[in-house]
């Protein structure tokens, strides 16, 4: 019979920290404290955008309810009450958001398409983003 091999020897144990050395708690925090003022600030601090609905002539209010349920998920009053506001000022803050959701908002209502139920309506509507007062 061949001869076997030799266990390997146990692992070792872990180090203890240095005393002279800063704590692994310490250090633990100071890492942290690095890695936060690296990364961005937390969705609910950054500076707020508004989402603007422009208003035109080429868009039946039913298009408008369409888009802000769909786009939004506004329910159909609310989504009237901002075409009413739209109409009568000619614009509405649809949203109010951090600035990277705004841009990707904006876009979408600029892709929505037009509006099929007009025959003068030969795109989606126009919107734009400002920083929220």
């Known amino acids: 019979m061949a001869d076997k091999d030799p266990a390997p020897p146990p692992p070792a144990p ?3 920290p240095d005393k002279a050395g800063p704590s692994g708690a310490a250090t633990a925090q100071k890492q942290h404290k690095k890695a936060r003022a690296a990364s961005p600030p937390p969705l609910d ?3 707020p955008y508004n989402v603007v609905l422009l ?4 868009h039946t209010y039913e298009y408008v309810i369409e888009m802000l349920g769909k786009l939004f998920g506004h329910d159909e009053a609310r989504a009237f009450k901002m075409a009413e506001e739209l109409d009568t ?3 509405v803050i649809v949203l109010t958001t951090h600035k990277e959701k705004a841009e990707l908002k904006r876009d979408q209502i600029t892709a929505y398409g037009a509006d099929v139920r007009m025959e003068t309506s030969m795109g989606s509507m126009s919107s734009v983003i400002e920083p929220a007062e």
């Open 45 to 47: 601090r950054l500076p």
């Open 14 to 16: 872990p180090a203890a």
């Open 55 to 58: 208003n035109d002539d080429d």
């Open 89 to 91: 000022t000619g614009r």
